[in-house]
T-cell receptor, first 113, second 114 residues
Framework: GAVVSQHPSRVICKSGTSVKIECRSLDFQATTMFWYRQFPKQSLMLMATSNEGSKATYEQGVEKDKFLINHASLTLSTLTVTSAHPEDSSFYIC?????????FGPGTRLTVL | GQQLNQSPQSMFIQEGEDVSMNCTSSSIFNTWLWYKQDPGEGPVLLIALYKAGELTSNGRLTAQFGITRKDSFLNISASIPSDVGIYFC??????????????FGKGTLLTVNP
């Protein structure tokens, strides 16, 4: 089946720094990837759609200057949380589509001190 | 916007019992997906349903796509401790190709007592 990886699996950073999270599709090409955010005991919230070779599209209420997305190749999308603050602490999950379904990465736990 | 009503919110059962959970919506969908999420992990696709009335099994799991296309249920038979986790239903709200945005239900937290 389709495999999606994320790196790092967890990161702790100081407030004000930027953090980059990578999402890779390992055995298929993905022109589109998705980034989600999940708070404890809550469902997944779609943040943005990452499009290979073009700008990402963001969901309403998500700051595009805060969450920078780059989709430079058909197997890699990156999410950079800029000037991170404690309220950005969350579980970030990416996914990539395969025909009619999406396969999810294992997630990245971000903790901002 | 599209909302999925998933129930129950949580379940506490004994090992060996059967489990049933469902999702309903006021909107019609062409695809229903069921995912399981273990703590600290991303969701894993369990079953995908593409046709109204479709009944699909994956081991001890069985899911059905409601005939009205507005609901779906997931059954787990003879539960075991490793069934513990959060189960989500999801539907795509895009159209065409792989550019589907998924809408998730709020999840059902399953606890299995050995």
């Amino acid at each position: 089946g389709a495999v999606v990886s994320q790196h790092p699996s967890r990161v702790i950073c100081k407030s004000g720094t930027s953090v980059k999270i990578e999402c890779r599709s390992l055995d298929f090409q993905a022109t589109t990837m998705f980034w989600y955010r999940q708070f404890p005991k809550q469902s997944l919230m779609l943040m943005a759609t990452s499009n290979e070779g073009s700008k990402a599209t963001y969901e309403q209420g998500v700051e595009k200057d805060k969450f920078l997305i780059n989709h430079a190749s058909l197997t890699l999308s990156t999410l950079t949380v800029t000037s991170a603050h404690p309220e950005d602490s969350s579980f970030y999950i990416c996914s990539a589509g395969d025909l009619y379904t999406q396969y999810f990465g294992p997630g990245t736990r971000l903790t901002v001190l | 916007g599209q909302q999925l009503n998933q129930s129950p919110q949580s379940m506490f059962i004994q090992e060996g019992e059967d489990v049933s959970m469902n999702c309903t919506s006021s909107s019609i969908f062409n695809t229903w997906l069921w995912y399981k999420q273990d703590p600290g992990e991303g969701p894993v696709l369990l079953i995908a349903l593409y046709k109204a009335g479709e009944l699909t099994s994956n081991g001890r799991l069985t899911a059905q796509f409601g005939i009205t296309r507005k609901d779906s249920f997931l059954n787990i038979s003879a539960s075991i401790p490793s069934d513990v986790g959060i189960y989500f239903c999801a539907v795509p709200r895009g159209s065409g190709g792989s550019n589907y945005k998924l809408t998730f239900g709020k999840g059902t937290l399953l606890t299995v007592n050995p």
